[in-house]
């Protein structure tokens, strides 16, 4: 059965970028960097791959979405856009779309775009990318399914929290942990 699911690197302490929006501390661990991995090397981004083979239908937020197009020079390179699924980006600005993505702008409620997500992805999953907030409001729908983490050796002391809301031990139970190079992999059932 499908599931909609917010998967991501952390900190230890809990963000998801730095003060400055930047992932340069996650690329700094062992297996963290793609462009830096051994062959045979077993890190997050093997199970990321495999996760991303099952997913459908994308969210973001406007945040992530511009990291992600001055990280990747998406727009004068649309070809290193890496989501070939519809994407909807949460924004309440007019941004520019990358050449030839399908990517969809939204605002609001996020039940209606959950729905078309829903629609778009079939009988494969919904990732939603980041950021916490986003993740929170789908939290707060009560349309999360699933967090999968991966836990980087890292402390960053500030910036993007993983997910800015309480969710208590009655809303979560743990399906899955196991060790990944350096980081710690943990899955958690979301309960409704």
Not at 7 to 35: H, K, Q
Not at 42 to 54: I, Q, V
Not at 74 to 101: D, I
Not at 153 to 163: K, S, T, Y
Request: one cysteine or more; hydrophobic letters at 45%.
């Amino acid at each position: 059965m499908a599931k909609t699911i917010y998967n991501t690197a952390t900190s230890i302490d809990g963000f998801i970028a730095d003060p400055d929006n930047s992932l340069e501390w996650l690329f700094a661990v062992p297996g963290g960097n793609p462009e830096e991995v051994g062959e045979g090397e077993e890190t997050p981004l093997d199970e990321m791959n495999e996760f991303f083979a099952g997913v459908g239908a994308i969210c973001m937020g406007s945040t992530t979405y511009e990291w992600i197009l001055e990280h990747e020079k998406a727009l004068e390179h649309p070809e290193k856009w890496a989501y070939p699924m519809p994407t909807w980006v949460f924004t309440s600005r007019n941004l520019p779309a990358v050449p030839g993505a399908d990517i969809r702008f939204a605002s609001g409620d996020v039940a209606s775009v959950h729905a078309e997500m829903v629609a778009a992805a079939g009988e494969r999953n919904r990732w939603i990318v980041g950021g916490g907030e986003l993740v929170g409001k789908f939290a707060d729908a009560g349309l999360l399914d699933e967090i999968v983490l991966s836990l980087a050796p890292v402390f960053l002391g500030a910036g993007a929290p993983l997910l800015p809301r309480r969710l208590l031990a009655d809303r979560l139970e743990l399906v899955e942990t196991k060790a990944v190079g350096q980081f710690a992999c943990l899955t958690y059932r979301v309960k409704k």
